[in-house]
């Protein structure tokens, strides 16, 4: 589906459901990178916009639950607050309940459906944003009051 074609398909659903605007959909999700041609738009649109979702709840998981991943994970998580535990696991709650309805739409194919999810995806993604901003800074300031190689001693 060329671009074109995508945002023509788009503002005609957008015009009846009354959704986000193309524009910021776009900044948010990269759904301008839709390229199979389709007649269930809002479908291809929802599942481009929960890759994103997906890929930071496998993030926010790695530091609410760190053994299984990769040991920088360690630092990152390793002088976290009970606050900053608490913003994890909000920010986890959220990206799993638009997984959850997005996995439903899957079982039961709904234009209405299809969406409704969208406008909460987007919705919960823009309120999640300082949380993110927040759970980035937090592992920032953990990676940089790690203490480095260098101070570590020798054991020969």
Not at 67 to 73: E, L, M, N, T, Y
Request: a positive charge; aromatic letters at 10%; charged letters at 35%.
């Amino acid at each position: 589906m060329k671009l074109k074609e995508l945002k023509e398909g788009y503002a005609k659903l957008s015009k009846k459901y009354n959704l986000p605007d193309f524009k910021k959909l776009n900044e948010a999700f990269e759904i301008d990178r839709i390229e199979r041609d389709t007649d269930n738009v809002l479908r291809e649109i929802r599942k481009t916009m929960m890759d994103k979702i997906i890929g930071y709840i496998r993030f926010v998981e790695m530091l609410i639950n760190p053994a299984q991943a990769p040991p920088i994970f360690m630092i990152f998580v390793k002088e976290i607050s009970v606050r900053d535990r608490g913003v994890f696991e909000n920010v986890y709650k959220n990206l799993i309940e638009l997984e959850l309805s997005s996995l439903k739409l899957e079982i039961d194919y709904s234009e209405v459906g299809e969406a409704e999810t969208i406008k909460n995806i987007f919705q919960t993604w823009d309120n999640l944003k300082p949380d993110l901003r927040s759970v980035l800074d937090i592992m920032k300031k953990n990676l940089n009051s790690s203490p480095s190689k260098k101070e570590k001693g020798y054991f020969g």
